[in-house]
């Protein structure tokens, strides 16, 4: 990796920074999505003081941070993609934060891992604002009895709501259901806004916006 490309994405990442700044006090949390990027532009991010990082599959972040935790201990991994139950434990012992909880059974297998490895994760809820039919995320009519399992069932410490809007749609109606539903629940986190719309996100309340194309490039 060439310094050009270290200062590149070390441009990218402070102009983002900044754009959030101006959008919202306190400004979202930028969560870089490093998934499928090559480990040169990983530690190009590091070396530009980024912690905060977003996968959206178990195996592939394991190959990505597994060794470098050590190196850094700040590190704050967050699961963005949809998790399969029996991945549960490799879930839990990696991540920080699992963003993508979205049914019951998941909710019970979370659990348990988090009781077999002794290890606590707090958890977001993915919804599905747009209510489309491939896409993952509880629908928002069925939120309220997850959240109930979550909590009270299961003992998972939610900490807030993630959505992915339709790609056709403007994303602001589906940022503001997102929070609305947060606050209805007494959420106060709220993942929301990728590359496309992380200030529209910001101006909408998001405390973690996720970012990959627009920080690293094209994927
Ligand atoms: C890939 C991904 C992102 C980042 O998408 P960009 O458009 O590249 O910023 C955000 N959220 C989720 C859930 C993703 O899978």
């Known amino acids: 990796m060439t310094d050009t490309v270290s200062l590149t994405l070390a441009k990218r990442r402070s102009e983002i920074l900044a754009e959030l700044s101006a959008a919202a006090h306190p400004a979202p949390v930028l969560v870089a999505v490093s998934k499928t990027q090559p480990d040169e532009k990983l530690e190009a991010m590091l070396a530009a003081g980024q912690r905060v990082f977003g996968e959206n599959k178990v195996q592939e972040a394991q190959a990505h941070w597994a060794d470098r935790r050590a190196k850094y201990p700040d590190l704050e991994l967050r699961l963005i993609g949809p998790l399969q139950t029996n991945k549960s434990e490799d879930a839990v012992a990696l991540f920080d934060v699992i963003e993508t909880l979205d049914r019951e059974k998941l909710a019970r297998a979370l659990a348990k891992a988090m009781d077999k490895l002794d290890r606590r994760v707090p958890v977001f809820i993915q919804v599905n604002t747009g209510e489309e039919p ?34 056709d749609e403007p994303a602001g109606p589906h940022f503001a259901l997102l929070a609305k539903l947060a ?37």
């Open 134 to 167: 491939q896409k993952a995320g509880v629908l928002p009519d069925d939120l309220e009895a997850l959240l109930a399992c979550a909590r009270e069932e299961c003992g998972l410490d939610v900490q807030g709501l993630m959505c992915i809007p339709p790609v």
């Open 183 to 219: 606050k209805r629940h007494g959420l106060t986190g709220l993942s929301m806004g990728m590359s496309s719309d992380y200030a529209v996100a910001a101006s909408f309340g998001s405390t973690h916006v996720r970012v990959g194309t627009a920080l690293f490039g094209a994927r």
